[in-house]
């Protein structure tokens, strides 16, 4: 833009030049301005929220902007939480606060946060009269990691934690007042700490476009070069020799090279029109398009119910448009299993409990012992006060329970049906109805769930009795067991595991008993723990430990978690069509198994390799064991590829760190399997994982997931796809898509994401092409106006060429055009193997049609320098045709060419991209008549008449039709013999599927061709199924595609 400027070296007129990037400029400009005002708006409105607060005793009422630290600040029902704040007062008894924390991670269901619980029995009047001193840790992002104190006088210390914090952002619910202590302010709150920007993914067509970009300048340079050495030597010994007296001479003070310095950049300004500098606005601009069109199509909808029991139909969501085109590349998924392949919703089928099985527990049959057996209480007790749960009273006088677990749901719910219910959850204590007898229990403390200790305990009191009660994975539990019950555990596991190969989830069920001398010396430990130190969770935990210890084992659950609606056959769908299947779940190996043979992710007659070792020596001993078998002696490795058998490996618990640290090793074994399953993974684990596949395949990896713990999965993944769940959406809100069923991702992929990389693909080729076919053309006119950076072109048409021209084309082409519908390729997901090697896809292709491009341009030049230029007079009246019939036919033929070469390129002729191509030619009519009759307009100075006078002329429509037939021709040619001779898969499926709407196509000679009066039809084999294809058999017989279409792709 700056060289246009400078008009000793520019041959173009400034105003046409900048006017372009101004209009580039102004769009992505005002797309940023729209999305910051509505931030701004959304910050205002926030920033502006009036609430009432007390400062030194004195109730004002102040923006939330103006809070600071210390305030007291009362809230009511339904308020948005201006600031991070520990509440002192609440509504509800035992100082209980009801919070929606959906705006921060996405859980739906409301979660409790407690008063102090010092300060839980403190009235109204005395929360407003409160005085003490609040001191807290570092502000942190983590939102369960808070740490604090209140001191009064110096003495008395509250200890406070995550519970006790009311996070800024939160909807306060069912809670009619709390009156709390800000802490936390501005930037330094959770909520502001979480808000960084999400991690840049950029496509690989973006890096493919930066690649074909800076390739493009270098040929701009050399180009150039050359261009600015023939003009130098042109101007020094050719045209003062020959005394071209109407050309300045050049000026004495200038060099040589100075002058060939002037026109370097002369050229290099005309050259730089073939970069078409709007490709990039145009691509988000579709991409953006695109993403709509995913949120509204019906297929990814479904029917759910709001929290005002109304039912609406709730789609896909798209958070990441500039990966769209990415899924069309994606080779690995990796999938987490619960509430991903299945639906989260638990069913307690049965159990264990002190070595005996109990069916039906749903119908009471634990309750129907309990007489003859009370210890089955322990076994109950454990479910119904070991947990997490939200409880809610219902109108019929019921208990309902609401958990981020769905297991606690559902263990709570079976406690229920068995005589022993879960009535009220208190900081202090705990209430349960025991076959009608209410009993209450002392809560001493709770240890909650981690997904590294993968356990979860509580320690209560009653009538003197100090009992802790524990619950978790098989695995951990086994671990902490006292030996005296060493019968009962081998009996426990074995039920286990039947359970788990059954596809059922486990839990194991503990308890121990402690006099109250042990808990009295452990409480004094735990509460001479620094509320402040730095490493207090870690003082915390050692802690624990010495309680979950020397446990007695009670017995094992078992609940059913049903696979989702269509799984089975859309993880074949998947697997037919290339893409490898990785299932990382934290289950145990024989539950995952299980599942895997449910889903279809194992199927029968498949080689399966189990790592389930207790050394790393013993993992690297098999592993290069199972190395040698696939690729050591050629009578092995024959074997195994002529039964084309296909490989499933199962990866448990701790050799998932050893496969990690041998991944270079591992990888020969990994790329020949078709599905692995990944046991007892941490979610650290699963990133880990994740960039593992990644580097071991160097293939796009797809990752999906519905929790949180799938997180760091999902942003470690090529492309993340989150699933909204039970557990929140916090994964949805992650990922860079989101929709709401497995059986989705289907077509997520294998429609959305092939088309989106043919569309985006198509749309850089088609921007890089028209600017080299149309500008190159100025570099060749050079050659016979001595090399003087002359034009051939209007000004106005040049700035006009990208922005109104051949702008609505490619962007019409890159939205609704595609190769395949969402039919065909249902059918025939095989087809989708196509884009992993297609060539149309390497720089290799973005090279050649800059190159066709190119070479249009040559064949327009020489057109016009044998046809165009020696015909001066072809009109009857005798008249010279003049310089603006030459420069309207030269742009008219051009442009018509540019267009039938995109237009014959395009899969699917739609009425979208038909009136596309009109409307720019009615666009470029019009421009050319205001530049014909707006006196001054011209910057070339075409005649007034001129635009009429040329379209009077045959020659001019004659040149129109030489033009397409000498520069396109060739093209239609080629591609109708390369359809005939030999087909692609997609090309074969996208006859069949225009002969299925009626439409006439051609079919291939067979190898022995035979005119046949009757029908003919074609057998496209697919997923055990045959497409009749029937066509007019005036032509000969096809040559049967089955082979074709079922050629693997290597």
């Not at 509800?92 to 029995?121: F, N, R």
């Not at 005296?484 to 595991?497: C, G, M, R, T």
């Not at 029908?1015 to 017989?1037: G, K, N, R, W």
């Amino acid at each position: 833009m700056i060289i246009s400027c400078i008009p000793f070296i520019s041959t173009v007129t400034p105003i046409t030049a900048v006017i372009p990037i101004i209009i580039v400029l102004c769009v992505s400009a005002i797309r940023e301005i729209i999305e910051d005002l509505k931030r701004h708006r959304s910050d205002k409105e926030f920033n502006n929220k009036k609430f009432s607060t007390i400062t030194d005793g004195i109730e004002t009422i102040r923006s939330s902007k103006s809070i600071v630290v210390g305030d007291l600040v009362i809230l009511t029902k339904n308020e948005i939480i201006p600031c991070d704040c520990v509440p002192i007062y609440s509504s509800l008894p035992d100082g209980i606060c009801k919070v929606e924390t959906a705006a921060l991670d996405g859980e739906t269901s409301l979660k409790t946060v407690y008063v102090p619980k010092q300060l839980s029995k403190s009235s109204e009047n005395s929360a407003l009269d409160f005085k003490g001193m609040l001191e807290c840790g570092f502000p942190t992002s983590n939102f369960n990691d808070f740490k604090g104190c209140f001191k009064f006088n110096g003495e008395n210390i509250i200890t406070l934690d995550s519970k006790n914090l009311l996070l800024q952002g939160s909807v306060l619910r069912k809670t009619d007042k709390v009156i709390a202590v800000v802490c936390y302010t501005g930037k330094y709150t959770k909520q502001s700490l979480n808000s960084s920007k999400p991690i840049n993914k950029n496509s690989t067509l973006d890096h493919r476009l930066n690649q074909f970009v800076l390739s493009t300048v270098f040929f701009q340079l050399i180009l150039c070069s050359i261009m600015a050495g023939f003009a130098s030597w042109k101007y020094k010994n050719v045209i003062q020799d020959e005394g071209y007296w109407y050309l300045h001479s050049i000026d004495p003070q200038w060099s040589t090279m100075t002058y060939s310095i002037k026109k370097f950049f002369g050229y290099f300004n005309l050259i730089s029109y073939t970069i078409p500098i709007s490709v990039g606005v145009t691509i988000e601009v579709c991409r953006f398009i695109q993403g709509n069109i995913m949120e509204m199509d019906d297929d990814f909808k479904i029917k759910e119910f709001d929290s005002e029991g109304t039912e609406k139909a709730v789609g896909m969501k798209t958070n990441n448009c500039s990966m769209i085109e990415e899924m069309g590349g994606v080779q690995y998924i990796l999938s987490d299993k619960t509430g991903t392949l299945t639906e989260n919703k638990m069913r307690f089928s049965k159990c264990s409990i002190y070595g005996e099985i109990y069916h039906n527990v749903l119908r009471g049959s634990i309750q129907t012992r309990i007489v003859d057996n009370p210890k089955l209480l322990d076994f109950l007790y454990c479910l119904s006060l070991c947990n997490s749960c939200t409880i809610e009273h219902s109108d019929i006088g019921d208990y309902n329970y609401s958990s981020f677990s769905p297991d606690e749901e559902t263990l709570c719910d079976a406690s229920k049906k068995n005589g022993v219910i879960l009535q009220e959850h208190t900081q202090e204590y705990i209430s349960l109805d025991v076959l009608g007898e209410h009993q209450q229990f002392k809560l001493i403390c709770q240890i909650e769930f981690t997904s590294s200790r993968k356990r979860m305990s509580v320690l209560v009191e009653r009538d003197g009795l100090y009992i802790l009660y524990c619950k978790g994975a098989d695995n951990v539990i086994t671990q902490l067991l006292d030996d005296s019950s060493k019968e009962l555990v081998k009996i426990s596991q074995i039920h286990a595991n039947n359970f788990a190969s059954e596809g059922l989830r486990t839990l194991f069920i503990a308890r121990r008993i402690f006099t109250s001398e042990e808990i009295l010396q452990w409480k004094q430990k735990f509460d001479s723990i620094d509320p402040l130190a730095n490493d207090i969770k870690h003082q915390q935990m050692k802690l624990y430990e010495q309680l979950e210890n020397h446990l007695e084992l009670i017995g094992v659950t078992a609940i059913e978690d049903q696979l989702q609606e269509d799984v089975p056959s859309t993880i074949s769908m998947l697997r037919e069509a290339g893409l490898k299947i990785w299932v990382i779940t934290g289950d145990k190996m024989e539950t995952a198994i299980s599942v895997g043979l449910n889903c279809k992710l194992f199927i029968s007659g498949q080689k399966m390799i189990y790592f389930n070792h207790t050394s790393e020596l013993e993992f690297v001993e098999h592993l290069d064991q199972e190395l040698e078998e696939l690729y050591g002696s050629k009578e092995i490795k024959d074997n195994f590829l002529n039964q084309n058998q296909p490989l499933g490996i199962v990866i448990h618990e701790n050799n998932i760190d050893w496969f990690i640290k041998h991944q270079k090793k591992f990888s020969s074994l990994a790329i020949k399997a078709e599905s692995v399953i990944c046991c007892r993974v941490s979610p650290k684990q699963k990133a880990d994982i994740a960039l593992c596949v990644k580097q071991m395949t160097k293939t796009k990896c797809l990752t999906i997931g519905d929790g949180a713990n799938d997180v760091p999965m999902l942003t470690h993944g090529d492309v993340g796809v989150g699933i909204y769940g039970k557990e929140g959406n916090q994964a949805a809100i992650t990922a860079d898509f989101a929709i709401r069923r497995f059986k989705h991702l289907t077509k997520l992929i294998l429609f959305y994401g092939r088309n989106g990389k043919y569309q985006i693909t198509t749309l850089i080729k088609f921007c890089f092409y028209k600017n080299a076919a149309f500008f190159l053309m100025d570099i060749w006119f050079a050659t016979i106006s001595n090399f003087t950076c002359q034009i051939i072109y209007d000004d106005w048409v040049m700035t006009c060429f990208n922005t109104f021209f051949t702008s609505l084309p490619p962007a019409a082409i890159a939205l609704f055009d595609y190769e395949l519908p969402w039919e065909t390729i249902k059918l025939y997901p095989k087809s989708h193997r196509e884009t992993f090697t297609d060539k149309q896809y390497k720089i290799k292709s973005f090279v050649e049609w800059y190159l066709y491009g190119g070479l249009q341009s040559i064949l327009f030049f020489v057109i016009f320098y044998f046809i165009i230029a020696p015909s001066d007079v072809t009109s009857f009246d005798g008249k010279v045709n003049g310089f603006t019939f030459t420069v309207v036919t030269v742009t008219t033929y051009s442009l018509f060419s540019i267009y039938l070469t995109m237009f014959i390129y395009t899969k699917r002729v739609g009425n979208t991209i038909i009136l596309s191509f009109l409307g720019s030619i009615l666009l470029y009519i019009i421009l050319y008549t205001i530049i014909m009759f707006v006196p001054g307009m011209s910057v070339r100075n075409i005649s007034y008449w001129g635009w009429l006078f040329t379209l009077k002329q045959p020659l001019f429509y004659l040149m129109i039709i030489i033009s397409m037939v000498i520069t396109v021709f060739p093209q239609i040619v080629s591609i109708y013999f390369q359809r005939r001779i030999k087909p692609t898969n997609t090309q074969l499926l996208q006859e069949y599927y225009f002969n299925k709407k009626g439409k006439y196509v051609h079919v291939n000679e067979a190898q022995s061709p035979s005119i046949d009066n009757q029908t003919s039809s074609v057998s496209i084999t697919s997923c055990d199924q045959e497409l009749d294809v029937f066509v007019d058999s005036t032509m000969y017989t096809r040559t049967n595609p089955t082979a074709l279409i079922n050629e693997e792709n290597e």
